[in-house]
Structure formats: structure tokens, C-alpha cells
């Protein structure tokens, strides 16, 4: 209860009012925060960095490998398309691809944008609402962020059908634990695993930085959700948590399948089937795919949303190994890389200007 020495009554704890967008919850209650929640607000306040500053812009990306990344990644790699085609036409695959990947990064950055706004509206506790609002301004400089890199390589594609729809369903849905769960475990979970396969992989350090930073403020992002739906989901009916569950399963099911870039190949000139029954069948992508489930799966098992259905779809996708994930020590390690890259930047400039300073005397 509230220990604010209100003037008259306060007979009820909140206020709410409805309108065709949505619920707004008001608390009356300012002072009850929950320690970890209000330690990660802190957190969020202390650890903004301005991309403008923290990343060197000044570096231009190869436009034929703007990750530097190994040609096995690239998903039609060894098919009859690829192995027909000249170098140039190889760069030329290679930029499309990170533009299609980083567009759609930056598209479902401004989708985490507008559910983090929408949690603020909804959600009823004080501290949520707070620790809501500082990632609010997080999502904002990543979509910042990514917006910049696209500018870079000159080459950027819209929203990909399948995100967009998946967003719909979340941003449609009137329960305030389905936008955390929608957002905050699905969504940012694929995109964190996604991050983090460039982070590890690219030897270009402006698409490698642009990486490490936003996956520092995720680990934030995933915490947020893990600790309000942990508390949320014991609290809902058996009935209501299978709801959860089947739509968690359907839309695991939905990234697996459908986020394969189909725009992409035939915007390129290539047949989209032949690309995508390519796409589908290669054991290097299978592998790929099911890495992107690395944070999914340990999350919603926190979370406890681990029933029958969920296991099974896991076990059927064949990620359910990554149940036993510690979630604690990769977010520990998302953070630490990013610093390490800071001691690097910051190690570089100052022996640039050892070396000037020789020079000059
Ligand atoms: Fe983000
Ligand atoms: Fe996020």
C-alpha cells in the first residue's frame, strides 16, 4: 500500500480508461517499487549512450561484404543460383542480404518502439511503468541506430509480410502480459539470437559495434520481461496459460518458416521457390534457424510457460536442448562484450594520437 500522506481518501489503488486504442492504467500507489525492477530502471537511466557518439560512422563498410562475414552464411550459398554467379554479382548478393536483415531489424526496432510505449500505457505497477519508459528511449536510439548502418550501405527493403503480421497480432491483442510476451520474449528473443550471430561473426567492426551496443541494452530488455511475467503467469488459470502457449507455439512455428526473405531473392532476379526450397532443405540454414530459438526456449521456460504443448514444439523443432541455456551468464557476457569493444575503440584513438604526437615532436 501507498505510504504517500494523501489529503483525502484514496479508496481505489488506480484508474483506468478504455478508448478504441487501447486501456491507460493510472496507480495512485508511487512508492511501491520491487527492488529488482526499480534496480533495473536505474540500470536503464545510467547505461544510455548516444549512437552518434559511442559508434566511428567514419568507417565505410565493404559494399560487396559489408560484414565481412564467411560466404557460408549466406543462405543460398551452394545452391545452382550461387555457383552460377560472377563476383560482382556475389557482392551484390551480399549487401542485399544485410540490407534485407538490417531492415528488417530496424522495422522490428520501431514495432519494440511502440509495444514499450504501449506497456507504459498499460501495465498497472508504478515501477513497470518506469523501468517501461527508459527502454522506450532504448528502442528509440536503436532504431536510430540501424536507420544510420542502412544509410551507410545505400540499400534498405520494407517490412517483411510475416514480421509485420506477427506484430499485428501483438499490437492488436488487448491483454497487457501479450505485448511483453509477443515483444519481449518472442520477437526480441529471435532478433537477440540474430544480433548476436553477426556480433561473434562479422570481422567489419561497424556492423560487429552496431551489434554488441543494442545487444547491451537488450539484456535489459529480456530481464524486464522475465521478471514481470514470472511474476504474472503462476497467478493465471491452467486454461489461460495453454492460450499462451499455443500462441507462443504458433508464432515460434511462423519465424522458423517464414522469415526466409522471399522479397528478397526476387527482388535480386532469381526465382523465389527455387531459392526458398533451397533455403528450406540446406542443413547449414536448419542449423542457422535453430539457433535462433538459443534465447527463446530458456525464457519462456522461466517464465513458466513450459506445459506439454510447449515442450513438444520445442522438442519437434529440434531446440528444446537450449532449455538448459544459462540465461544469466549470456546476458552477463551481452554486456561485457559490448564494453570490451568500448576498451578497444578507446585503446585505438589513443594510440592515434601517440602516434601523432610522435610525429609532431
Ligand atoms: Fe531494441
Ligand atoms: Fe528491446
Excluded at 518506469?130 to 544509410?151: I, K
Excluded at 493465471?236 to 500462441?247: G, H, I, K, N, S
Excluded at 517464465?303 to 510447449?310: D, F, R, T
Aim: proline share 4%; aromatic share 10%; net charge negative.
Amino acid at each position: 500500500m501507498t505510504t504517500k500522506v494523501y489529503q483525502l481518501p484514496v479508496d481505489k489503488t488506480g484508474w483506468q480508461t478504455a478508448d478504441q486504442t487501447g486501456t491507460a492504467r493510472f496507480t495512485w500507489d508511487y512508492d511501491n517499487g520491487r527492488e529488482k525492477l526499480i534496480s533495473l530502471y536505474d540500470k536503464g537511466k545510467r547505461k544510455q549512450w548516444d549512437a552518434k557518439e559511442r559508434i566511428d560512422w567514419s568507417h565505410d563498410p565493404d559494399p560487396e561484404n559489408p560484414l565481412q562475414v564467411p560466404d557460408e552464411l549466406v543462405p543460398i550459398f551452394g545452391s545452382p543460383v550461387w555457383d552460377k554467379l560472377n563476383t560482382a554479382e556475389r557482392g551484390n548478393v551480399r549487401r542485399h542480404m544485410v540490407a534485407w536483415q538490417f531492415s528488417q531489424f530496424l522495422h522490428g526496432e520501431q514495432g519494440a518502439l511502440i509495444c514499450t510505449a504501449k506497456i507504459v500505457q498499460t501495465v498497472p505497477d508504478i515501477d513497470s511503468k518506469y523501468y517501461a519508459a527508459t527502454q522506450v528511449m532504448d528502442e528509440a536510439r536503436h532504431v536510430e541506430t540501424y536507420s544510420r548502418y542502412l544509410d551507410k550501405i545505400e540499400t534498405a527493403y520494407p517490412i517483411n509480410p510475416n514480421l509485420k503480421s506477427l506484430l499485428d497480432d501483438v499490437l492488436s491483442d488487448s491483454r497487457w502480459d501479450m505485448t511483453y510476451l509477443g515483444m519481449q520474449v518472442l520477437i526480441e528473443g529471435l532478433a537477440l539470437a540474430a544480433f548476436g550471430l553477426i556480433r561473434n561473426t562479422a570481422g567489419d567492426p561497424l556492423g560487429k559495434a552496431v551489434n554488441a551496443y543494442v545487444m547491451q541494452d537488450e539484456a535489459r530488455h529480456v530481464m524486464f520481461g522475465r521478471l514481470a511475467l514470472r511474476d504474472y503467469y503462476p497467478q493465471l488459470t491452467q486454461a489461460e496459460r495453454d492460450d499462451r502457449e499455443d500462441f507462443c507455439a504458433d508464432a515460434c512455428y511462423r519465424m522458423r518458416d517464414r522469415f526466409l526473405g522471399e522479397e528478397l531473392w526476387e527482388c535480386l532476379g532469381y526465382d523465389p521457390e527455387d531459392c526458398l526450397e533451397y533455403v528450406n532443405q540446406s542443413e547449414s540454414q536448419k542449423v542457422f534457424r535453430s539457433l535462433l530459438f538459443t534465447r527463446i526456449v530458456p525464457t519462456l521456460k522461466d517464465v513458466g510457460l513450459w506445459g506439454p504443448k510447449m515442450r513438444q514444439t520445442f522438442a519437434d523443432m529440434g531446440v528444446i536442448g537450449y532449455e538448459s541455456t544459462d540465461l544469466d551468464a549470456v546476458i552477463a557476457e551481452d554486456e561485457s562484450i559490448a564494453e570490451a569493444i568500448d576498451i578497444q575503440q578507446r585503446a585505438a584513438i589513443d594510440a592515434a594520437i601517440a602516434d601523432g604526437v610522435a610525429a609532431a615532436t
